[in-house]
């Protein structure tokens, strides 16, 4: 029997799992899909994402990132890093990284799926592999959180909620003009233009309507006019973002990453939380106390939960949303503190 079973490589999984094996756990990572994988994501990592990378060994290629910018056609507000910077990284490289430490360290990664456990006392047995404790890292649909009725039901509409957000990403070959992360901001929707290389710019729309990339990125003509008119990659598309969850461990399983419940990628910290939950979850493998989990995860994403469902809040009210920006920018203390708060 071994000591860990991660369902799920992607950040989050191999994130647990190298915890794991740093820890002189036996730790296996069961993916069916071949690496490195892709997903719909701004690919913009903070400071202390990557600062929590670095302490385990993994050193990812791309641009520096100094900042984070927003701007709505009039108005610019600018927040340096006060420490160290970050780093604008395609997922696939990101993924690659993890997965060469992982293997590095020793993790076996199985190409097994996981979509039901069993479950006493002292083990847990999915896919064939008996653990003493499975993580669940299967991502933002998780098929394990559904089948452990670890979710809530219903849907944002159904609950009263905002309407359901959704995230598209594109790549343009073309040398990012800033060392910032820009988030340009229109009536519905945000724009985040992520340097990832020296000749290559990712660009992510969140918005709650459903259409093409192209339409999108219509409402930000000033955006528009620093694009080459071809994208290097096709769009991709991920979401609804909001995933509400009820509890992060059921028995000896644990959620980790966007299985464990997401709000929504507007501050761009998913990376960082999945990190530092991935972490948390190791640390009561270790102690043998998986009813410490959730309240670990609680506090490690605490202010995450907290400046984005503010964030969001504001973004959903059109009296407001249009203040967003002007605020930030006649208060550059007030903006620069929150995005340096954890950075």
């Known amino acids: 029997m071994i000591?860990?079973?991660?369902?799920?490589?992607?950040?989050?999984?191999?994130?647990?799992?190298?915890?794991?094996?740093?820890?002189?756990?036996?730790?296996?990572?069961?993916?069916?899909?071949?690496?490195?994988?892709?997903k719909a994501c701004g690919e913009g990592l903070m400071p202390s994402a990557v600062r929590r990378l670095a302490a385990l060994g993994v050193d990812v290629p791309g641009a520096t990132l100094h900042g984070i910018a927003y701007?709505?056609?009039?108005?610019?507000?600018?927040?340096?890093?006060?420490?160290?910077?970050g780093r604008g990284v395609r997922r696939t490289a990101l993924h690659a990284a993890l997965a060469e430490t992982a293997a590095g360290l020793g993790v076996r990664t199985l190409p097994l799926r996981v979509d039901g456990v069993r479950q006493d006392a002292r083990s847990v047995?999915?896919?064939?592999?008996?653990?003493?404790?499975?993580?669940?890292?299967?991502?933002?649909?998780s098929p394990l959180r559904r089948a452990l009725r670890l979710g809530t039901d219903g849907g944002p509409a159904a609950a009263?909620?905002?309407?359901?957000?959704?995230?598209?990403?594109r790549h343009f070959a073309v040398p990012p003009w800033s060392d910032v992360v820009e988030v340009h901001w229109s009536a519905r929707a945000e724009a985040y233009v992520t340097p990832v290389g020296p000749d290559l710019v990712g660009v992510a729309v969140l918005t709650a309507d459903r259409g093409p990339f192209a339409a999108h990125l219509a409402a930000f003509p000033r955006l528009l006019e620093r694009l080459p008119a071809q994208a290097a990659t096709a769009a991709r598309g991920a979401g609804p973002m909001r995933q509400r969850v009820r509890a992060r461990r059921a028995g000896r399983v644990m959620l980790v990453g966007d299985a464990a419940g997401y709000v929504d990628a507007l501050t761009g910290e998913g990376v960082a939380v999945a990190l530092a939950a991935?972490?948390?979850?190791?640390?009561?493998?270790?102690?043998?106390r998986p009813q410490d989990y959730d309240a670990a995860w609680r506090r490690v994403t605490r202010d995450y939960r907290l400046l984005t469902g503010s964030l969001l809040w504001l973004r959903d009210?059109?009296?407001?949303?249009?203040?967003?920006v002007p605020a930030a920018a006649r208060c550059p203390a007030l903006f620069s503190a929150a995005v340096n708060r954890q950075s």
């Open 317 to 324: 009210r059109p009296w407001s949303a249009r203040r967003i």
């Open 160 to 169: 009263g909620e905002r309407p359901a957000r959704y995230g598209l990403r």
């Open 71 to 85: 701007l709505d056609g009039r108005h610019r507000a600018e927040a340096r890093f006060r420490g160290a910077p």
């Open 278 to 288: 991935a972490e948390q979850l190791v640390r009561c493998v270790l102690a043998d």
């Open 125 to 141: 047995t999915a896919a064939g592999i008996t653990a003493r404790y499975l993580a669940a890292a299967d991502g933002l649909h």
């Open 3 to 38: 000591d860990l079973l991660v369902a799920g490589g992607g950040p989050a999984g191999l994130a647990t799992a190298i915890h794991a094996a740093r820890a002189g756990l036996d730790v296996v990572v069961a993916e069916p899909r071949p690496g490195p994988v892709d």
